[in-house]
């Protein structure tokens, strides 16, 4: 029988345990995206929790025009190092492994937030409840911007592989850039990096492959995918099967399921599992593991969605959030 506490594996990364803490912006760092003490030790206190693994810490902006709110984390240039280090280490020391989330917002980067005209797929408002991003179209990416954003996750990838993170997860859901472009809700272009699926995860498929030459073959790649949009014209769960099996294929070591244009939270449902349709449909069709959050607020509920084969790993956010002694 499946346990919660069996010892799993990402990659060649041991993970003491099925049960992840997603990532959750905190916005607890300075006003340029340097970690705090306050940072440290919120996450140190969760690190200490038995029934977590890994930690995937919060959303980190990997360029200065892809930051989406004031105080959020930075892996955006050398000197972030540091202090980043002292965060990893500060989790390591309790036995609890971690992967750094990478993230250019995109469209639901603000004007204010970034002093620069965000940048899009296409010239598109976000459909996001509620809004996300400024309130009049980004632009429209050129060719070059989307090589120079590739770039920008290359380097964030090596950064966090130099820091010491156990692993990376690049972010594709919440309505987020590499979402924006999955999405045909905020994706018209007709262009190579727009249609087809395979068109609209190009952009992924760069981004994967830059890192993996950048990182090596064993150091793992999470993808967190916002598989569905639950949204007229938008990404349906054949979609994020379609993509999971396009993703897949590119040699990544774990799959985040959870929504996007709809967030990470799904109209109408509560229940343990809510994305569980989608993880279920995914872990049948590709051989990565798979790692379902939302919803999930005992380890009753962990142990039930692992013992009805829906996903490898089990995500706990917002309980953690309100109490590091989750479960304790
Ligand atoms: C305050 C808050 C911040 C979040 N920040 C992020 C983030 O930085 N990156 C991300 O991928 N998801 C983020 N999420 C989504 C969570 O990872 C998770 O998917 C969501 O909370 C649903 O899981 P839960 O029901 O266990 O809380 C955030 C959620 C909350 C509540």
Known sequence: MNRLKDTMKIGNVEVNGRIIMPPMGTYKCDADGFVTDEVIEYYKKRAKNPHIGLIITEHTYIAQRGKAKANQMSIADDSKIPGLKKLVAAIHEEDTKV?????????????EVTGSEPLAP????????????????????????????????????????????????IHSAHAYLLNQFYSSLTNKRIDEYG????????????????????????????????GYDE????NTLADAVAAAKILASEGIELLSLTGGMCR????GHNEPGYFSD???????????????????????????????????????????????????
């Open 195 to 226: 249609g087809n699926l395979e068109n609209r995860l190009r952009i992924h498929k760069e981004v994967l492959r830059a890192v993996r030459a950048e990182v090596g073959p064993d150091y793992p790649i999470s993808v967190r995918l916002g």
């Open 122 to 169: 296409s010239a598109v408002i976000l459909p996001t409840t509620p809004l996300m991003g400024d309130n009049i179209p980004p632009k429209e990416m050129e060719k070059e911007e989307i090589a120079e954003v590739v770039q920008k996750f290359v380097e964030a990838a090596r950064r966090a592989k130099k820091i010491g993170y156990d692993g990376i997860e």
């Open 278 to 328: 989608m993880s279920e449909a995914i872990r049948k069709t590709v051989d990565v593991p798979v790692l379902l959050t939302g919803g999930v607020k005992t380890l009753e509920d962990a142990q039930k969605l692992i013992d009805e084969d829906v996903a490898d790993f089990i995500g706990v956010g917002r309980p953690l959030l309100a109490n590091a002694d989750w479960m304790m």
């Open 264 to 267: 990470y939270i799904r109209k």
């Open 99 to 111: 992967f750094a989330q990478l993230n250019f917002g995109g469209s639901a980067s603000p004007r």
């Open 231 to 234: 949204m007229e014209g938008g």
